[in-house]
């Protein structure tokens, strides 16, 4: 069964600190993608990245970067440089696929608070 | 079509009541799913269709709960004897069946559903 736990439930950070989000997730599927998803007060869920199984690369976008790790089930997210308006919650899902595309199993998300 | 749209945003309902909220995913997405998610907690899968079928359901639906997708657009999800336990978000998803370039969820803003 697919499970995904991040381990930090709230997390508060000065401006222009870096920090980082963990993910670890459990799945039995040699194919799956992993998400995250940021939720700001508002309450939408907003796409942040997409990542599958057979690509191992880090990606970085801006100030965003994440750091996806089969060996220890991993997909970390690092946000440098952050800013008060990178508070929210943010999550992390899971999506199996060798028997078809599975609806996404999200983490309990963990709250950032940046503070000015 | 800019994204995924629920209706309505917000319903306060008392409880013994029914309910229902619709969910109008993007035109080219022929999946669509249901979450909850209640305070501090990360959504929770629902159910999903493909087209009009309803492909699976969670064991949090209850019987309370159902869902339909008459034409394979739009979705309905209607609660009916509405309790307390109910209040929460309600979220849409939809997504392309495939697992091409552009497949990934799109979420929509979500009913929040009080139940007094």
């Known amino acids: 069964a697919q499970k995904v736990t991040q381990a930090q439930t709230e997390i508060s950070v000065v401006e222009k600190e870096d920090v980082t989000l963990d993910c670890v997730y459990e799945t039995r599927d040699t194919t799956y993608y992993l998400f995250w998803y940021k939720q700001p007060p508002s309450g939408e869920l907003v796409f942040l990245i997409r990542?599958?199984?057979?690509?191992?690369q880090n990606e970085i976008s801006g100030r965003y970067s994440w750091n996806f790790q089969k060996s220890t089930s991993s997909f970390n997210f690092t946000i440098t440089a952050s800013q008060v308006v990178d508070s929210a919650v943010y999550f992390c899902?899971?999506?199996?696929?060798?028997?078809?595309?599975?609806?996404?199993?999200f983490g309990k998300g963990t709250r950032l608070s940046v503070i000015a | 079509d800019t994204g995924v749209s629920q209706n309505p945003r917000h319903k306060i309902t008392k409880r013994g009541q029914n309910v229902t909220f619709r969910c109008d995913p993007i035109s080219e997405h022929n999946r669509l799913y249901w979450y909850r998610q209640t305070l501090g907690q990360g959504p929770e899968f629902l159910t999903y269709f493909q087209n009009e079928a309803q492909l699976e359901k969670s064991r949090l639906l209850s019987d309370r709960f159902s869902a339909e997708r008459p034409k394979g657009s739009f979705s309905t999800l209607e609660i009916q004897r509405t309790e307390q336990g109910d209040s929460a978000m309600y979220l849409c998803?939809?997504?392309?069946?495939?697992?091409?370039?552009?497949?990934?969820?799109?979420f929509g803003s979500g009913t929040r559903l009080t139940v007094v």
């Open positions: 998803a939809s997504s392309p069946q495939g697992q091409g370039r552009d497949y990934g969820y799109t």
């Open positions: 990542r599958n199984s057979f690509d191992e």
């Open positions: 899902a899971l999506s199996e696929h060798n028997s078809g595309n599975t609806p996404l199993v």
